[in-house]
Nanobody, 127 residues
Framework: QAQVIQSRGGLAQLGGSLRVSCAVA????????IGWFRQAPGKEREGDAC????????QYADSVKGRFTIERNNNLQVVYLHMSNLKPEDAGTYYC????????????????????WGQGTQVTVSS
């Protein structure tokens, strides 16, 4: 079982920016597609963004398109989620996870496609 390691979240102002990162230990980096999910209190966990193993494909939820960017850095073996123009509904606990499938160009925002999950990172958006 791989260990998914997330950076701390933080507090951002409305309309501001924040970056979180994700690394994975215990599995070869070139077998890992990575996704970011958000869970607001009392709500289901929702996929925000993901990137394929080969880094050539990404997928975003409609709610974050144009505001969030997922970046895969193979040299550092880390995936970043760059969040900008933050809105109140972006607040919540963010989880990073990796796919179970190892197709190089596979992308999915379905949480059932993911195997190992990080511990969660709190993101707060203040007005």
């Amino acid at each position: 079982q791989a260990q998914v390691i997330q950076s701390r979240g933080g507090l951002a102002q409305l309309g501001g920016s924040l970056r979180v990162s994700c690394a994975v230990a215990g599995r070869p980096w070139n077998t890992l597609g990575i996704g970011w999910f958000r869970q607001a209190p009392g709500k289901e966990r929702e996929g925000d963004a993901c990137v394929s193993i080969n880094g050539q494909r990404t997928q975003y939820a409609d709610s974050v398109k144009g505001r969030f960017t997922i970046e895969r850095n193979n040299n550092l073996q880390v995936v970043y989620l760059h969040m900008s123009n933050l809105k109140p509904e972006d607040a919540g606990t963010y989880y990073c996870a990796h796919f179970g499938r190892t197709d190089s160009d596979y992308v999915s925002l379905d949480s059932t496609d993911y195997t190992d999950w990080g511990q969660g990172t709190q993101v707060t958006v203040s007005s």
